[in-house]
């Protein structure tokens, strides 16, 4: 499966933004998907994943609360919705999918990669 994300920029902190991954190849419903995030010099983080079907999520605890996955098989598409938006929350963010079920964070688990977009907070 490609991957390619979409929907970062600059906004204020307080402010909202949706990024976007779509996907391109096999069956994206066939993936378990997730949105990573990395600063300058930093791991590449967890952030948020679902299950195949859309029906269970799993958050990291520094967005539960604020942001929202979601995916829309029909369109082969991956969403983060990002509400509250802090500055520490400024990152590329990559869309990534994987053949296994979740529970598993580690970026090494996830076999597919987008290439990232950047989300800048300002205070």
């Known amino acids: 499966v490609q991957l390619q994300a979409s929907g970062g920029g600059l906004v204020q902190a307080g402010g909202s933004l949706r990024l976007s991954c779509a996907a391109s190849?096999?069956?994206?419903?066939?993936?378990?998907a997730a949105w990573f995030r990395q600063t300058p010099g930093k791991e590449r983080d967890f952030v948020a994943a679902?299950?195949?079907?859309?029906?269970?999520?799993d958050y990291a605890d520094s967005v539960k609360g604020r942001f929202t996955i979601s995916r829309d098989n029909a369109k082969n598409t991956l969403f983060l919705q990002m509400n509250s938006l802090k500055s520490e929350d400024t990152a590329i963010y990559y869309c990534?999918?994987?053949?296994?079920?979740?529970?598993?964070?580690?970026?090494?688990?996830?076999?597919?990669w987008g290439q990232g977009t950047q989300v800048t907070v300002s205070s």
């Open positions: 679902i299950d195949m079907n859309g029906r269970s999520t």
């Open positions: 190849g096999r069956s994206f419903r066939s993936y378990t």
């Open positions: 990534a999918a994987q053949s296994y079920g979740l529970g598993n964070r580690a970026r090494t688990a996830y076999g597919y």
